[in-house]
Structures are given as C-alpha cells and as structure tokens.
C-alpha cells in the first residue's frame, strides 16, 4: 500500500482519476479489455469525473461492477447506487462491454448468487474504493468478516454507517437509511489486480489514522489494505490530518 497526499480533494480526485484511467488503459492494452469496480458517494465524484474526461480510455472495452447497494431502495431514490452510476458515469461514458449493476430490489440472496458468479468469471483490475467514516470497505461495517469467500454477501449496517449517510444528504433522517445491504466482501476486493482509494475531507481522518496506521484488524475494515501490493490510497489535507 502506498499513500498520496494533496493540499485539496479536487487534486485528490484528479489524480486518483488519472493513475486510475492509467490502469485501465495499460489492461485493455495487455488483456484487450479491463474490468473495473467503481465505488460511490461524495468521496468519488472528482475520482468518477476526470475517468469520464480521459477521451483514451475505450469504454466499450470495460466492464463495469460496483461495491454495494441498499436491500429495498428503489433505483428512483436518490441514494441508489444504481441511479448514482447510471446517472453519473454510464450516461456519460456511452456503451460499455457490460455493466453489472446490483439489484437490491430482488432476493437479495438470489441476487448475491447471481452477480458472485459473473464478477468470479471476471477478475478484475482496477477497483476504485473509498474508506467510511466508520472505517467501512464498501459497506463492510465493523467488526467485518475477513474470511467469508462469497464475492458479495448481505450486511448489517451500523449506527454509524447510516448516520453518514444521513450527514451526506441521501437521507431525509436516520429512520429513511435501510437497515441492509448488499456488499462485496473483503476478499473479493483484495482479489483486485490494483487499487484506487480515495479519500477525502476532515470527517473521515479517524477513520484514516486508524485503518493506515494501526494494525490490521477488523474492527478497523480498511486497514486489510495495509496487505495490498498495489493499493494507493488518496488524501487531502483533511483527511490525512490526523497522520504524522
């Protein structure tokens, strides 16, 4: 794992975008195409915008998966990371090779089994993800599971999960933010070839402190990347605050 540092989170943005649309260029050049995740939120949207501003990058050559989605929430609600990607990357990028979207309207059990076993035919290259307030990796709440093998599981969010959600403006109040999830687990995003976190502003530094430079654990989810050979982690002057 290595760490970048920026004075503002629109640099941050920027050059996580650009290594990221560097990563998926030299995929499709050795490969013919390049799997991607893509992660949500405020924290990505600078990230998701200079990817949409590489006018290299083949997009019909990409295939597209995302970290996790709300259990229940329809898609027209603004917080549905379907209607995030659709809206903020898919409509902007033109036709991709395909893009896996998480459908937490269905079974959700039958829907983890459906979407396990495409993202298991397609490893992937590049994963863009982000680090919670709470140290969630995607909506891995702690104490998370380290071990279970499933590429993506129901989850349990916590207090403090939905409350970001809330202080995000997703949510009118806490009662709106759903109780559950589907999330791609810890190992399926470690399986990633390589590593885009971003992560920006003040509110997330403890989070950062912790899971950066504390031991690996899992009450603290992102610190597993600590274990990643070819993660890089972005902060700005906000987050990386509390860091010596």
Known sequence: MKIERFESREELGRQAGLQGALWIKEAIAKKGHANIILATGQSQFETIEELI????????????????????????????????????????????????????????????????????????????????????LAFNDPPADFNIEDPYHIVNLDQQCRQQQMGEGWFATIDDVPLQAISMSIRQIMKSSKIICAVPDERKAMAVKLCLSQPVSNLHPSSILQEHNACIVYLDKGSASLLT
């Open 53 to 136: 501003n590489d006018r290299e990058i083949d997009w019909s050559k990409v295939r597209m998966f995302h970290l996790d989605e709300y259990i229940g929430l329809p898609i027209e609600h603004k917080a549905s990371f379907r209607k995030y990607l659709t809206e903020r990357f898919i409509n902007k990028v033109g036709p991709l090779l395909d893009a896996t979207l998480i459908n937490g309207e269905s079974d959700p059990i039958i829907e983890c089994r459906r979407i396990g076993q495409i993202i298991t035919n397609h490893p992937i290259d590049v994963a863009f993800v982000g680090i919670g307030e709470n140290g969630h």
